[in-house]
């Protein structure tokens, strides 16, 4: 899944996409890359962002969208809205990607009719304030449950199970030690019979481990990438597609022989 980030302020490619031209450049770019899917947002969660309209969301994502449906690539949007969930998948987005889990009461509905997948992922608290001090007893089993929780809703909704993917949100409520014992024990999300999507591309958890800036942690994002593959990710949300199909092609074709 590659990243088109419709935004002034993405942590990690903020503003370089922003403007039609730029984003669909990008786009297009990643499909030729090999994206199987992309997830187009046009509003940034990085820790403390803050909120965005919904007629500016949509100023920044329906046009991309319009653009892109019905190619060979399935477009996913990434937004926390309703309204915006509706327009979308009546506009032929493939997939929606909530980083609240759909939390919102009619963020089901808005989709329940639609036949797109939607992308659950779990996230403690808001992004402004969701990196404040984060505690969990066990962080795996805890957001588990929540997931578990949060398919069962999707199920009561009338949303087949074939249609959802679940995401423990890295790096969304979560200390480093979270993050990284979720990683190394991803293949128990399996349990949930869903598709597992992991987010690890560019992440601060990343550049605590290297150092780096979020542009120089492409290497990083490619390990990080790989090891969740190996631990039962069916997608992984990346910025650099080519690079991290080449990883993954290496690992399936030892995989294979
Ligand atoms: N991470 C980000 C945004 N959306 N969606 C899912 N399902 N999983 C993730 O891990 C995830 C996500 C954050 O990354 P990015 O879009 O690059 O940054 P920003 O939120 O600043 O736009």
Known sequence: MGVVNVTPDSFSDGGKY?????????????????????????????????????????????????????????ISIDTRKPELMREAVAAGASMINDVCGFRDDSAFDAVAGSGAAICIMHMRGEPRTMQ??????DVTGEVFDYLAAR?????????????????????????????????????????????????????????TITGRDPALRVHASIAAALIAVQHGAHIVRVHDVAATRDALAVWAAVRQN
């Open 18 to 74: 922003f403007r039609f031209e730029q984003a669909l450049g990008h786009a297009q770019a990643l499909i030729a890359e090999g994206a199987d899917v992309l997830d187009i947002g046009g509003e940034s969660t990085r820790p403390g962002a803050a909120p965005v309209a919904l007629d500016e969301e949509r100023r920044r994502v329906m046009p991309l969208l319009e653009r892109l449906a019905g190619g060979a690539t399935p």
């Open 132 to 137: 404040q001090d984060p505690r969990y007893a």
């Open 151 to 207: 398919v069962d809703a999707a199920l009561a909704a009338g949303i087949a199970r074939e249609r959802m993917v679940v995401d423990p949100g890295f790096g969304f409520g979560k200390t480093q030690a979270h993050n990284l014992t979720l990683l190394r024990e991803l293949g128990r999300f399996s349990g949930l019979r869903c598709a597992v999507l992991a987010g690890l591309s560019r992440k601060t958890l990343l550049g």
